[in-house]
């Protein structure tokens, strides 16, 4: 069972409130130099069968319609090596 | 100025109801062999300076006090290569 990551963040023109309000939190707490923090989701998918390009392709769909709002963010599709690679 | 992924997921043995809404809505819409979904939070961090291992101590301790609640998720820190990279 191969596991593929999909990261969805806010385009980078798109406020981000929660991720303003981590970084003005952090000198508070005793954080400094941070200049930036944008949040956003994270999405491990574990895929039954082999991940080939049929199965990306698939995934990149999916995150397109369903993970992801198009309009207001962005989605990156990773394949992560796991203990038991896809045959 | 770099940039520090946090990514902060529930621990595999703390039920995912986010993810498992995101797994069963799946099938409706046409995309089979995803046997799970985990959902969790992504954080981009722009550190400002160079990355070196105090600073990477510093967003470890950050992520483990302040990112995550470390009772019911994990985290991973890792440097991104950005194009401007810390000198």
Redesign the interface.
């Known amino acids: ?1 191969a596991r593929v990551v999909v ?3 806010l385009k980078p023109e798109i406020l981000d409130p929660q ?1 303003q309000a ?1 970084q003005r ?2 000198p508070r ?1 005793g ?1 400094d ?17 082999p991940v080939d390009d049929a ?1 990306l392709a ?1 995934i990149h ?2 995150a397109e ?3 992801a709002n198009t309009v207001i963010e962005d989605f990156a599709v990773k394949v992560e090596e796991t203990a038991e690679p896809a045959k």
Chains 1, 2 share one sequence.
């Open positions: 069972m990261d969805v963040m991720g981590v939190a952090l707490l954080f130099g941070i200049a930036d923090v944008r949040q956003g989701k994270r999405f491990e998918l574990e895929v039954e069968g199965a698939r769909e999916m319609t369903f993970l």
